[in-house]
């Protein structure tokens, strides 16, 4: 039993395996073939159902593509082994043939050097001046340098950094897309950029905060929480203005184009400003000096890398690849890397496991033009109010598809021309607050904006800011219960209405009354307050109609008013001096009191004044008249009385007991004392 092996289409890295003239029909055969690489390896080996090629038996050749399996100018032999009958017998090799691949085909310039070279990335993730290692996120890395490097081609814009953690965070079509330790694969986080795309680093809600870019950090100090519970759900709990920015920078396509293929490389970077170039990175690698030459590699490291071609250059008369890495601009020469055309061919692959090379097959994406901005919808006024330096209206707004920013402009009438108030407004999170004058009529429009320029405006949407609280409030306090409270102030200011002024009352701070309105050319009001308790709070706010509706200011904070005049002090009419009694016992066995049945009574009744000023009920004191005996009972009623007051200075004596006198002067001294304090 023979075949007839050949290989044909040789490139630098991969060939055509031909295996004709078989013996009989490949459906009656299991086929294995090998390839071995001139360093002895074992570099890929396949067994085949022979029936799945020829199920009919017409024909009885194979023909296998391996587009990018080889490296160049290395030697491989191709064995092919059957078993038949097939599943049951013996293998028997029934052909070999060896083929070279060729060298690769450098670009013919000497060198291509990019117009503009984007920032380093860096891959250190920081919590304040703490480095907490690298993130794996190269891919990312190079990605957000892929769409700072395709706005640039585009548009001439620099350094628009695109968000790193969005790009890492979006890798739900991979296997473990929500755990730090993942890491990215760039063919699939490509295609997930050309389906998302990627905002801008501090437009992303949760940047805004005390975050540097690369955004590399989220919410905790933890090196591994901060990807498990940040990036990824940075991405997902998006929101949609978030979702529309990131469409306005993406990638329309790519292609594999392999590493060894230079000029399908120098094409994509001729074209495209870049290709993504993924290998496996040997030890040395670490080492590369401030040259930013990379060596030939020694020994795998069990890592794999991802970085950016964006031109490449001659050196001692050898062409090499400019790479931007994303280590920071410590690394290589400030954070460039300079691979040689042809690196890692003459060295053995990393080791003899299937699908495991130096240098892989890399993608060359291609820029997506954005399409022009959106416009947004359903304008909202959602509140208003005012404060000191003007009126503030919050409006709400739904995002539109390819918007990074936003701007809002106004008329002051209906058909007139609309002025620009607010613009690059990046924070939809529900509503913008902006200033107006006091109390004038808008029509307000929102308009979606990016780098193609600006988007369709909005319908207008008619909105009245607030006119100014009332100022410089006084209510003056009534001289007596029966009387009425004269409350004056300073109207509201308001640019186009007339302003009314609301005034509000409440004696509890929680059950507020009738709203009472005040004629529009007023400044003062008299309110009635016959048979009120005191105190009583009053509040006032502006309200003016538009045409359309009733606006309210806010309210100014409430003030407090006692709706009777504080009375006026007690005094003593007997001369009472302090340390002495108030009777005289010179009069036999019969003492005789100075303070008159009159006199005491006179001080329960101005205690019963100040109760009622401070809105309490009349003690029911005992009445006292011609020879009652003052007792400790009748002095602790008008005890008892005082203690009930607030807003005393001067608290009254202790309450009287067996045993104490009540006949010495002080008591009665700071009775009246007490009673006075009170404010």
Not at 24 to 42: M, T
Not at 245 to 257: K, L, Y
Not at 557 to 567: D, E, F, G, K, Q
């Amino acid at each position: 039993m023979a075949a007839s092996l050949s290989v044909t289409n040789i490139v630098c890295h991969g060939a055509t395996l031909n295996l004709n003239n078989l013996d009989y029909y490949l459906r009656d055969y299991n086929i294995k073939y090998d390839i071995i690489s001139s360093f002895n390896e074992a570099f890929t080996t396949g067994i085949m159902d022979g029936a799945t090629y020829d199920p009919n038996g017409i024909y009885n050749g194979l023909q296998m593509l391996f587009e990018y399996w080889f490296t160049p100018n290395k030697n491989y032999t191709f064995n092919c082994y059957v078993r038949y009958p097939k599943n049951t017998g013996s293998w028997t090799q029934v052909g070999s043939s060896a083929f070279s691949t060729i060298d690769i085909t450098r670009p013919s310039a000497s060198s291509s050097y990019p117009n503009y070279y984007p920032s380093i990335r860096d891959q250190v993730v920081r919590v304040g001046d703490n480095e907490h290692g690298q993130a794996y996120d190269c891919v990312a890395c190079a990605l957000s340098t892929t769409l700072d490097m395709f706005e640039y081609i585009e548009r001439g814009i620099t350094n628009n950094l695109y968000s790193i953690s969005w790009i890492y965070g979006n890798r739900r079509n991979q296997t473990e897309n929500n755990t730090e330790t993942s890491g990215m694969y760039a063919n699939i986080s490509i295609a997930s950029l050309i389906s998302d795309g990627s905002p801008v680093w501090n437009t992303v809600r949760d940047n805004k905060t005390d975050k540097s870019y690369p955004d590399n950090r989220f919410y905790s100090d933890n090196y591994n929480g901060a990807y498990e519970t940040g990036a990824y759900n940075m991405f997902t709990n998006q929101e949609l203005f978030e979702t529309y920015a990131a469409h306005v920078q993406n990638i329309a396509s790519s292609t594999n184009v392999h590493f060894y293929d230079s000029i399908g490389v120098s094409n994509a970077i001729t074209a495209n400003g870049c290709y993504v170039f993924s290998f496996s990175v040997p030890n040395n690698f670490y080492n590369i000096g401030s040259n930013g030459i990379a060596p030939s590699p020694d020994s795998y490291s069990g890592s794999n890398h991802c970085m950016l071609l964006i031109g490449w250059k001659t050196i001692s008369s050898v062409k090499y690849w400019i790479a931007q890495n994303s280590w920071g601009l410590g690394f290589g020469d400030n954070g460039l890397v300079y691979i040689p055309m042809d690196w890692c061919a003459a060295q053995a692959s990393p080791s003899n496991n299937f699908y495991n090379w130096w240098c892989w097959w890399g993608q060359a994406p291609v820029n997506k033009v954005s399409d022009n901005p959106g416009t947004p919808t359903s304008l909202t006024l959602i509140a208003r109010t005012d404060i000191d330096i003007g009126s503030k209206l919050y409006i709400g707004w739904v995002a539109a598809n390819f918007c990074s920013t936003y701007d809002i402009g106004y008329k002051t009438t209906s058909g007139g021309s609309r002025t620009v108030s607010l613009t690059n407004i990046v924070d939809i999170y529900g509503y913008i607050e902006f200033y107006f004058n006091y109390g004038n009529t808008y029509w307000v429009s929102v308009r979606g904006n990016s780098y193609k320029g600006n988007g369709s405006v909005t319908s207008d949407v008619r909105m009245t800011t607030v006119p100014s609280r009332p100022g410089s409030i006084t209510a003056e306090q009534p001289s007596d219960k029966s009387h009425t409270v004269d409350v004056s102030f300073t109207k509201g200011r308001s640019g186009t209405y007339a302003v009314t002024t609301d005034i509000n009352w409440t004696r509890d701070l929680n059950n507020w009354g009738t709203v009472q309105y005040v004629a529009q050319t007023g400044t003062s009001y008299n309110i009635d307050v016959t048979n009120w308790t005191s105190p009583v709070y009053f509040r006032f706010r502006s309200n003016m109609y538009d045409g359309v509706e009733t606006i309210y200011s806010d309210w100014i904070p409430y003030s407090t008013v006692s709706l009777i005049a504080r009375p006026s002090n007690f005094a003593w009419t007997t001369t009472i001096t302090q340390g002495g009694n108030i009777h005289y016992t010179n009069l036999g066995t019969k003492s005789l009191y100075i303070i008159t049945a009159d006199e005491w009574n006179a001080f329960t009744a101005k205690i019963n004044e100040f109760r009622v000023y401070k809105a309490l009920s009349n003690y029911s004191f005992t009445s006292v008249s011609l020879n009652t005996v003052i007792t400790k009972a009748i002095i602790n009623e008008a005890i008892y009385a005082i203690t009930d007051i607030t807003g005393r200075t001067i608290n009254p004596p202790a309450l009287r007991v067996t045993g104490d006198k009540i006949n010495l002067a002080s008591l009665y001294i700071d009775l009246k004392n007490s009673l006075n304090s009170t404010e």
